[in-house]
C-alpha cells in the first residue's frame, strides 16, 4: 500500500506515531501491530479493518495455542 501512495516507511512511522523500527518490523511480519497502531492504519489507508481484526485475533489464539503446547511437549 506505501508504494501505490508512493509513500516511504518513515512517513507511515509519523502517521501512526511509532518508530522506524516499529514500521520495518511490521512490514516485514516479524510483528503484528497493536490494536490501537491498527486502528490508526485503517484510518490513514482508508480501509475497513473488521475482517482483518478477526483473522489477527485468531491467528494471535492459535499462536498462544501453539506455544502452551510446545511447553507441554517441553515439560
Known amino acids: 500500500k506505501l508504494k501505490e501512495l508512493n509513500k516511504p516507511q518513515e512517513w507511515l512511522a509519523y502517521m501512526l506515531n511509532v518508530s522506524k ?3 520495518y ?3 516485514s511480519a ?3 501491530p497493536r490494536k490501537n497502531v ?3 492504519m485503517y484510518k490513514v ?3 475497513d479493518g473488521s475482517n482483518l ?3 489477527i485475533q485468531q491467528s494471535l489464539k492459535i499462536e498462544k495455542l501453539i ?3 510446545s511447553k507441554v511437549k517441553h515439560d
Request: proline share 0%; net charge positive.
Open 21 to 23: 523500527a516499529a514500521i
Open 25 to 27: 518490523k511490521y512490514v
Open 30 to 32: 516479524r510483528a503484528i
Open 38 to 40: 491498527r486502528e490508526r
Open 45 to 47: 489507508f482508508n480501509i
Open 53 to 55: 481484526e478477526s483473522l
Open 67 to 69: 506455544n502452551q503446547l
